[in-house]
């Protein structure tokens, strides 16, 4: 059974940090590309970043260049995503993804709430 179990989520004030994990189990984690995505009401779901299954080659929206780390740990079935310099319209639901040729996952969601 294919699981993609988000945490680390939170409300924070504007300039601080959070790191979202993202515990996978079910499948072979290695050879998967992971993503997390993000969704705002009102908003279509978007891409934050990803990061490939061998070489770990990461690609990030422009609007959190910079200021976001996406990273994986293997023998963890883990991928992370280090948030820092908040902004808040970085607040969303964001979405751990998992792609390999025609499967994806995705997990449930967790809430980021940036706000003074």
């Known amino acids: 059974q294919v699981q993609l179990v988000e945490s680390g989520g939170g409300l924070v004030q504007p300039g601080e940090s959070l790191r979202l994990s993202c515990v996978a189990s079910g499948f072979t984690f290695s050879s998967f590309t992971m993503s997390w995505y993000r969704q705002s009401p009102g908003k279509e779901r978007e891409l934050v970043a990803d990061?490939?299954?061998?070489?770990?080659?990461?690609n990030y929206a422009d609007s959190v260049k910079g200021r976001f780390t996406i990273s994986r740990d293997n023998s963890k079935s883990t991928v992370y995503l280090q948030m820092n310099s908040l902004k808040p319209e970085d607040t969303a639901v964001y979405y751990c993804n998992a792609k390999f040729s025609w499967r994806m996952y995705w997990g449930q969601g967790i809430q980021v709430t940036v706000s003074s």
């Open positions: 990061i490939t299954s061998i070489a770990g080659r990461t």
